[in-house]
């Protein structure tokens, strides 16, 4: 799987389920929602009533599908369990579904990962929750491509999924290296210099993390 960079910090992207775990493209979701009893979570009407009128869900099929991967890596990210996070995707990709058969389908990709992030931080709020003591930093290194190639896509999602909000989110759409400044101020609600030094902070932190964590690679 491709490397992705930002801020001269390499990031793999993370990985989405086995293949015999899978989710099949979401249009094709939608059909398969159609046959079965499927019933929304809070609704008493089965999702197939929802998808009757084919045309009206072609936009948010296509942006759908175009973040389907990201959306993924994105729950996971959030909340370090491959399980929640694939929960709160296909919760997400309900709703989705509903508010269209509705006439009120999502305005943009940013809705999915506005619901997204609704739903994980309210998933991880339910559980045991870390302890936030203050973490070490230091300075960015060069050499941290090297560090994260050794790491395993669990290790990163834990590590950001234990940090404080706004930090685990700003963390978690920063990685993803798929949204401006701009964007994750939107969808986050965060002014510009809550949201860099959230992110600065955290990368900082992460740094340290990965100097401990990966001590071979950290060394000159």
């Known amino acids: 799987m491709p490397w992705k960079s930002r801020g001269g910090c390499a990031m793999q992207a993370v990985q989405i389920p086995e293949p ?54 994105f729950c996971f990210l959030m909340t370090g369990e491959a399980s929640k996070a694939q929960d709160i995707f296909q919760d997400t990709l309900r709703e989705a579904a509903f508010l269209v058969a509705n006439r009120e389908p999502p305005a943009d990709r940013h809705w999915f990962f506005r619901e997204a992030r609704w739903r994980c931080l309210d ?51 920063y990685y993803l290296d798929e949204f401006n400044y701009r964007e994750m ?23 340290a993390w990965l100097n401990t964590t990966v001590p071979a690679a950290a060394s000159e």
């Open 20 to 73: 015999e775990e899978q989710l099949a493209p979401f249009h094709l979701q939608l059909a398969t929602w159609r046959d079965e009893p499927l019933v929304h979570p809070g609704r008493s009407v089965p999702c197939w009533r929802y998808l009757r009128p084919a045309n009206s869900l072609l936009p948010v099929v296509r942006v759908a599908a175009q973040n389907l991967p990201q959306l993924y890596r």
């Open 123 to 173: 998933v991880v709020a339910q559980g045991v929750q870390p302890e936030h003591a203050a973490n070490e930093s230091t300075e960015l290194s060069p050499r941290a491509p090297e560090q994260i190639e050794q790491l395993e896509p669990e290790q990163l999602a834990i590590w950001i999924s234990a940090a404080p909000e706004p930090q685990r989110s700003a963390l978690a759409l």
């Open 185 to 207: 101020m939107s969808m986050l609600g965060l002014k510009l210099t809550d949201l860099s030094r959230a992110i600065a902070s955290g990368r900082r932190e992460f740094q």
